[in-house]
Nanobody, 115 residues
């Protein structure tokens, strides 16, 4: 069974940085595109970044030049490096994979950007 476990969230001041991790198991990690999503209170869940199995990446406009998605295909871990954080980045961040036509999500890790 696919399992995704996020970590690394917390409270950070505006302008600060965090690195999120997502440990994956139950799948051949290196073969699959992986995503980071986020959901702020009262809002829909939005795609933040995607990394393909090739390593190519895509970002939503609001995080370009601030966030970096990466993957370690040996340790089966997905990362999201977040720099220059803003209050509007406050959300529950979750990793996602579509595996055998099913969507799998972790429980998420909370990121709060506040002074």
């Amino acid at each position: 069974q696919v399992r995704l476990v996020e970590s690394g969230g917390g409270l950070v001041q505006p302008g600060g940085s965090l690195r999120l991790s997502c440990a994956a198991s139950g799948m051949n990690f290196k073969l699959f595109p992986m995503d980071w999503f986020r959901q702020a209170p009262g809002k829909q869940r939005d795609l933040v970044a995607r990394i393909e199995s090739s390593g190519s990446t895509n970002y939503t406009d609001s995080v370009k030049d601030r966030f970096t998605i990466s993957r370690d295909n040996v340790r089966n871990i997905l990362y999201l490096q977040m720099n220059k954080l803003k209050p509007e980045d406050t959300a529950l961040y979750s990793c996602h994979v579509k595996y055998r036509q099913r969507d799998f999500w972790g429980r998420g890790t909370q990121v709060t950007v506040s002074s």
